[in-house]
């Protein structure tokens, strides 16, 4: 209401807010490639690879993210300060470069995008193929509508994601000062648009799913 967040003014939130956003960025995007992999390995033709994701080792790999990206980002507060023409900036020059060349354009943006994309084209190919398997037919439609959620999931997911990365990546290599209020007001403005764009992926599955279900089931299972 008053132009202010807070963490222009307190050092704590301000390291806090950004910690905690990233964090849970990085665990949502980990899932959905883990997602989109588990679908492949399960949609396999071959016995071995389809029984590679157990629920043992889906509940210990999502620990040892959920653990990874907490560190990544515990580490990340010790590099956030209050700038006084800035606000809440990064004050190292050294991991400004870590942002810009690797934090944003590849953990958050072209890492996950690539990953959740290759695995979610193989796992239609093996849905593709699904009917050479001798299983029973009520299964194969189940595998065909999961799969299909998984596409529609991962490129929501590419299409949300994507604007925010790019202008984060403008944005941490090109600051505004708050002495210029029309150009601070118009960048506050682009990231609210992006960063809501990029929550949608947050609580959009629950939705993807719905439609995408209920569309299968409009067409008798019948999508390939």
Not at 63 to 78: A, D, K, L, N, Y
Not at 171 to 178: D, G, I, K, L
Not at 186 to 198: G, H, K, P
């Amino acid at each position: 209401m008053y132009g202010n967040d807070g963490t222009g003014s307190s050092l704590i939130w301000c390291k806090l807010r950004y910690t905690i956003a990233q964090t849970f960025v990085l665990i949502t995007f980990t899932m959905i490639c883990c997602t989109a992999a588990d679908e492949y390995f399960s949609t396999n033709y071959l016995y071995n690879i389809r029984y590679i994701c157990t629920l043992k080792l889906s509940r210990y790999l999502t620990c040892v993210f959920v653990c990874i990206w907490i560190t990544h980002s515990i580490i990340q507060t010790f590099f956030y300060n209050i700038v006084p023409s800035l606000g809440c900036a990064i004050a190292n020059d050294i991991y400004v470069r870590y942002a810009t060349y690797f934090t944003y354009p590849v953990l958050t943006g072209l890492l996950p995008i690539v990953i959740s994309l290759l695995f979610s084209l193989f796992a239609y190919q093996n849905v593709r193929r699904i009917v050479r398997r001798q299983i029973p037919v009520a299964r194969r439609r189940l595998d065909r509508q999961i799969t299909a959620m998984c596409f529609i999931r991962v490129l929501s997911f590419a299409c949300l994601a994507t604007p925010y990365c790019c202008y984060r990546i403008y944005a941490v290599n090109n600051p505004v000062s708050r002495s210029e209020p029309l150009e601070f007001a118009i960048r506050q403005l682009v990231q609210v648009i992006f960063a809501s764009l990029a929550s949608l992926n947050f609580g959009i599955s629950f939705y993807l799913f719905i439609i995408s279900s209920s569309q299968f089931r409009r067409q008798g299972g019948s999508i390939y």
